[in-house]
C-alpha cells in the first residue's frame, strides 16, 4: 500500500465515535466508513445496492474502492 493511501486511511478512521476509545477492529471500521462514503456518492446511479450492501457489511465481498478524488457535486444526475 503506498503511503498516500496509508495516510488517506489513517485520516478516515480518525471518523469513528472517539468513545470507543480504540476498542473496535480498524478493518471493519474501515469496511463501515468506505461503504458509508459509496452510499452518500452524489450520483445516485453510483450507490451500492441493497443486495451489495447486506454483501459487505458480512465481509463476502470488499466495499467499494473510494475514487482518489472527491467526484463532482451537482447538476441533475445526483438528484435522480
Not at 11 to 37: H, P, S, T
Not at 55 to 75: A, D, T, Y
Request: proline letters at 10%; hydrophobic letters at 40%; one cysteine or more.
Amino acid at each position: 500500500m503506498n503511503e498516500r493511501l496509508c495516510a488517506c486511511i489513517r485520516r478516515l478512521l480518525e471518523a469513528v465515535d472517539g468513545r470507543l476509545g480504540g476498542d473496535y477492529i480498524a478493518e471493519e471500521a474501515q469496511r463501515l466508513l468506505f461503504l458509508g462514503l459509496a452510499c452518500s456518492h452524489p450520483i445516485v446511479s453510483e450507490r451500492p445496492k441493497t443486495q451489495a450492501i447486506v454483501q459487505i457489511l458480512s465481509g463476502s465481498v470488499s466495499p467499494p474502492q473510494v475514487p482518489p478524488f472527491k467526484p463532482p457535486f451537482g447538476g441533475r444526475q445526483w438528484a435522480r
